[in-house]
């Protein structure tokens, strides 16, 4: 350590919030240099490459091959797939000195297809899988967290290429339990939450969630049955049909001043002697939206007045279409609307497409807007009065609503993506026409699955799982060292027998940091902690009688043991 390059800090960062971006930056793993960009010092450095090894050694035994593309890519293949432009802000664009124009990857589907096309032309090669652990670019609107979101972060991507559905999903499921097996590895605590509702199909896309409340990710899970799943992809368990005879007829009521949910509820509780609940009025909700390539239409979004629109639901249910919502131009090119009054009528009557949450099921009676300033009409039951075009989930899901697969209530919880796994299907192979020769001498065509692990983000995942009040504590498996050594005795013999008992250890194929600094134990002792390698030797005031510390940095626990067993003890405790 007296010639590491490695300046510890005392005090936490003034742009750090999440523990593990304090004291990766206090510990000298990471420094700053852009939002979103940062540097590897040398500790910070092996622990990336620690976690590398680890999920090299899993990809590779899957069979996945290990490439490397470049960053720097030509603008072509994105163009193709028309990502150049769906990529948004997002991408970062840079033209050559020909003003050729270029980009640094965000992630690579284009370019392995096109790989594989290049080199691939009969069903006898197939299946195939490649992989890279490669320096990622994104212009993040909001980097966060140090390099838990970076805008250059490292990601290890890889890609399957199958002639079948089956041989598909046989790659996913590989890929899937290659997953489970890193991430255990890295001692990280996960979920895996379906990333699409399934509608598409099963299990085509699922996400591992580290739970930790410093995530950006709410999911929500069943304790009863096991069910996970991202917030966007969870589908409403809608209530049987109500038989529709006998309902009474709807009646519109003067309801002025009433343009919100609250103002409407106090109304009709007046006018109907009794305590209404919000979720009995209909709410209205309009937008505009774009098919790619289309233009703005209007949609009509119908929703138990008690719950809110979520955006990233609608943006999801939506999907690849995009979404806005209505300016006052829109009102006034629009005078069937009344704002703060829209019914599921006008909508209907003029031609909006009007979408219902699950739960507006036929037979279901409703306060909603008349069209008119100042009115609401009651009693409006769907499938006699109105007929949506169909159902759209949209309304946020909240605690306690019940599981998609009946078995009882949800419950949310945070957490950071450190995995996705994704059957990609043909997209890809389709806009770059890739075909080869089947057994039959006709042409096929290759399904694709992509998949990918936040490789440094990663280090902060850990980090932030593991830590405690009094620095970093890294599982043994991708800790910077095996071993740190501290000299707390200025005694030369003590000294010279620490010298001796590093070189042993190092012998013994550990790796090993020697604290041989002239500062007095006590900042030795605080900087180990704060470091976080998973064993800590001392050897200090014990040594004259021929004694060492072995201190266990996740329990804490801290035991004497004589010189002589010290590699032995070490060596067992590490379990190499
Ligand atoms: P997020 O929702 O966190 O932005 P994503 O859906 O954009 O993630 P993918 O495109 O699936 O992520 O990328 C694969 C993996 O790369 C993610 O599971 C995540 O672990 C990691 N990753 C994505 N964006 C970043 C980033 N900005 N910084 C660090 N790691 C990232
Ligand atoms: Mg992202």
Redesign the pocket.
Known sequence: MSHLFLRTLRDDPADAEVASHKLLVRAGYVRRIAP?VYSWLPLGLRVLRQIERVVREEMNSIGAQEISLPALLPREPYETTNRWTEYGPNLFRLQDRKQGDYLLG??HEEMFALTVKGEYNSYKDFPVTLYQIQA?Y?D?ER?RAG?????E???K?SYSFDLTDDGLAESYRAHRDAYERIFTRLGVEYVIVSATSGAMGGSASE??LADSPAG??TYVRCLESGYAANVEAVTTLAPAPVPIDGLPAAVVHDTPDTPTIDTLVAAASQILGREVDADETLKNILVKVKQPGGDWELLGIGIPGGRDVDEKRLEAALEPAEFAMLDDTDFAANPFLAKGYIGPKALLANGVRYLVDPRVVDGTSWITGADEPGKHVFGLVAGRDFVADGTIEAAEVRDGDPSPDGAGPLVSARG?????V?QLGRKYTDAFEVNVLGENGKPVRPTMGSY???????VAVVAEQQHDDKGLRWPAEIAPFDVHLVIANKDEQARAGAEALAQELSDARLEVLLDDRKASPGVKFKDSELLGMPLVVVVGRGFADGNVELRDRFTGEAREVPVGDAVGEVLAATRR
């Not at 990918?452 to 990663?458: A, D, F, W």
């Open positions: 979103g965000p992630t990622k994104r993040e980097p390099i838990l979101r970076g805008r972060f490292v990601m991507d996400e591992f950006e990710d950071i993506e450190i995995g996705h994704f990918g692990v936040g490789v440094s983000r990663l």
